[in-house]
């Protein structure tokens, strides 16, 4: 369901953006469609993999947050997938990722492989993708372990609840 609200900024009519009319009161970890958009044909949808319960726990520290990101980027470019991924990366509130892919898709047609990130990310051992100093602007604030911690616990709530669409 499409919500329009309004907003003035200088007194110019502006729509709020979608992602900001979501009760995010009523918002638990889950593997949400957070925005369809097309162009030219061209179908691209988001998705809201929402980690952490927003306003009620604390938010994904940022070296983990780090680590997830090149680490899902790393797996997701490299997956059955890749062709569909066109980006992978943490939301500004620090409560998850957002996933966007080509094509229509709801949310059970990328849980397997939202799981599959799960698990790589879970069982990685060595040197973080991407984190040296020539391939990344800020290379050395990596945390493996609190990543694998927040994967683990946002696995289990996928696998528990199977949270797909936003509550009102």
Not at 57 to 71: F, K, Q, S
Not at 139 to 145: P, V
Request: glycine share 6%; with cysteine.
């Amino acid at each position: 369901m499409v919500r329009i609200h309004w907003m003035f900024y200088r007194g110019v009519k502006m729509k709020k953006i979608e992602s900001f009319t979501i009760n995010h009161l009523n918002l638990y970890p889950g593997l949400y469609v957070s925005r369809r958009d097309e162009k030219q044909g061209t179908i691209v949808t988001t998705f809201d993999l929402r980690m952490a319960t927003p306003n009620k726990e604390p938010v994904l520290d940022v070296p983990a947050i780090h680590t997830i990101e090149h680490l899902g980027a790393t797996f997701l470019r490299n997956s059955n997938q890749s062709k569909e991924i066109i980006y992978f990366g943490p939301m500004g509130c620090r409560t998850g990722f957002y996933l966007v892919m080509f094509g229509l898709l709801e949310s059970t047609d990328i849980y397997e492989l939202i799981i599959s990130l799960c698990d790589y990310i879970i069982n990685f051992e060595g040197e973080i993708p991407g984190a040296t100093p020539i391939e990344c602007g800020n290379y050395s604030e990596q945390n493996l372990d609190m990543a694998k911690y927040y994967i683990n616990k946002y696995k289990k709530q996928l696998v528990e609840n199977k949270r797909f669409v936003y509550l009102e």
